[in-house]
């Protein structure tokens, strides 16, 4: 016993001094952030641990500076803080930050880094993105999307119209955003109580449950294959739950594609795919596999059901507690679209409206902390060294709340992206990057905006909406898991504007 004890002190010590050389090895070599001190190997637990790390992370950004450093375990990450350091790393060095680092549990939800969310920079991701994006391209060529939106919040609208008491908006938000991606990705129009949709919905919402509490896998990657943990195979079990919904969708649309005919974005993948085949690398593409657009269609589902739900959500939180800013909207959707149907070209005169919604996606933190980045050559941000293979993180939260670029930063002023004409400025703010930039700019976004902004205006056209009599209107935020913020649980009355 006494010979054990002194072995584990012996592996002890010597590991304590390995780390202390490395540590100090590591800091004549390179300059690197300054940050707070921690416990070795264990990192700042306290810190990567918290639902609100984004806010935690913006404080301490004030005593060591915007680029921050901090340890996940034995790992190194990188913070920036503020839009200068985000520039300089996105756009102007956009290829050294435009790696993903390995994580567990990213590894195992894009099916070994086949998607273009959490893969890493390479070739065959350039290759992925270029017919992602012209697949998007493809889709948003016609009339597709205005037709799928307008037809699917009707249904939910002429629902919501019926409430005679308060209710929850959010248990309408969430089967209306998902039956919008449900069509857009497979083309079908299911109905409102459909029991597949309402599957894979509460799926995904079990997904993003998972995920956003984080795994033990992920601090320790090699327990997954010695001691995998019950929440660990539950993950597992979700993802191939989803995967065989996925690919079986995915298999009915080759099965029946027809070259020139677009019926939703599997087709449009497969026309790009096609495109691509025709005109690029043969060398290129044999690496391309059908399960890099089966991930190309999760990305889309899932990344943008949830950012939409969310930020619809925040929109109507919003604009329940301003009923003053919600009467504006709706006086200029009654200027530009009158009582017709609203359709896309409309958007680009619907200025405060859409200012409305930038408000919402800067104040409403949907993405507080981004997807994380890997430096893959070592490189500088700030005056500081960043080494090869070190994960890098975004703020948006700090960047969206930042004194400097929004007076202010805790009201909600539409204002803030209209120049004096009332019009919306030609560029967006600095600072303000709710689909962050560069190289791993939100391929999403070209959907995205046009429609959220769709179904908002649809909204505001049809309703007024009220708080419940004797509900007060203050702002209140929850916590959900890595710097995302939500509304706290609240209740709406609507009343049909089109009824006297």
């Not at 060294?385 to 700090?398: E, F, L, Q, S």
């Amino acid at each position: 016993m006494i010979t054990l004890s002194l072995n584990t002190q012996t592996i002890l010590a010597s590991l304590s001094i390995c780390l202390m050389v490395y540590y100090v090895i590591k800091r004549m070599r390179f300059r690197l952030p300054p940050g707070p001190w921690c416990i070795p190997l264990v990192g700042h637990y306290q810190i990567y641990s918290s639902v609100e790390m984004h806010k935690k992370v913006a404080e301490l950004s004030k005593t060591y500076g915007p680029v921050l450093r901090l340890s996940y375990g034995s790992s190194t990450w990188v913070l920036l803080n503020e839009n200068d350091v985000v520039i300089e790393a996105l756009v102007k060095k956009k290829a050294d930050f435009a790696g993903r680092p390995e994580f567990s549990s990213d590894d195992a939800f894009s099916s070994g880094g086949k998607d273009l969310v959490f893969s890493t920079y390479s070739p065959t991701w350039k290759l992925h993105r270029k017919i992602a994006g012209k697949a998007l391209r493809l889709y948003l060529r016609g009339d597709l999307l205005e037709n799928t939106v307008q037809n699917n919040v009707n249904r939910f609208l002429d629902k919501m119209a019926l409430e005679e008491e308060p209710f929850a908006f959010k248990s309408y938000v969430d089967l209306m955003v998902f039956h919008q991606l449900y069509t857009i990705s497979f083309g079908e129009k299911r109905p409102i109580e459909d029991p597949e949709v309402k599957a894979l919905l509460k799926l995904d919402e079990e997904l993003i449950a998972e995920l956003a509490t984080g795994f033990l896998e992920d601090l320790v990657p090699h327990l997954k294959d010695i001691y995998p943990t019950a929440k660990w195979k539950k993950f597992l079990r979700l993802i191939d739950q989803l995967s065989k919904v996925l690919r079986a969708k995915y298999k009915e649309h080759v099965n029946t594609f027809q070259p020139g005919v677009n019926r939703d974005f599997i087709d449009s993948l497969l026309m790009a795919r096609q495109e691509a085949e025709n005109e690029g690398d043969v060398s290129a593409l044999e690496k391309f596999d059908d399960t890099r657009l089966i991930q190309t269609i999760s990305d889309i589902i899932l990344a943008g059901l949830d950012t939409s739900r969310f930020t619809m959500d925040w929109f109507v939180y919003f604009m329940s507690r301003f009923p003053e800013i919600q009467t504006k909207c709706q006086e200029e959707i009654e200027r530009v679209v009158g009582s017709g149907h609203p359709s896309i070209k409309d958007l680009s005169n619907l200025d405060y409206t859409e200012a409305c919604l930038f408000e919402t996606m800067r104040l409403g933190s949907v993405v507080g902390l981004g997807i994380p980045h890997m430096t893959i050559c070592d490189t500088q941000v700030g005056g500081y060294d960043i080494p090869k293979g070190t994960t890098v993180i975004i703020n948006h939260w700090a960047l969206h709340h930042d004194p400097k670029f929004f007076k202010d930063p805790e009201n909600f002023d539409p204002y803030r992206y209209l120049d004096e004409n009332g019009k919306m400025k030609p560029s967006r703010p600095d600072s303000w990057l709710p689909f962050s930039a560069g190289r791993r700019v939100c391929l999403g976004e070209s959907l995205a905006k046009p429609e959220i902004l769709m179904m908002c205006v649809n909204l505001l056209q049809r309703f007024e909406i009220r708080l419940p009599n004797g509900v007060k209107p203050n702002l209140e935020y929850k916590q959900y898991g890595f710097g995302t913020e939500l509304p706290p649980e609240y209740k709406i009355i609507v009343k049909d504007r089109n009824k006297n």
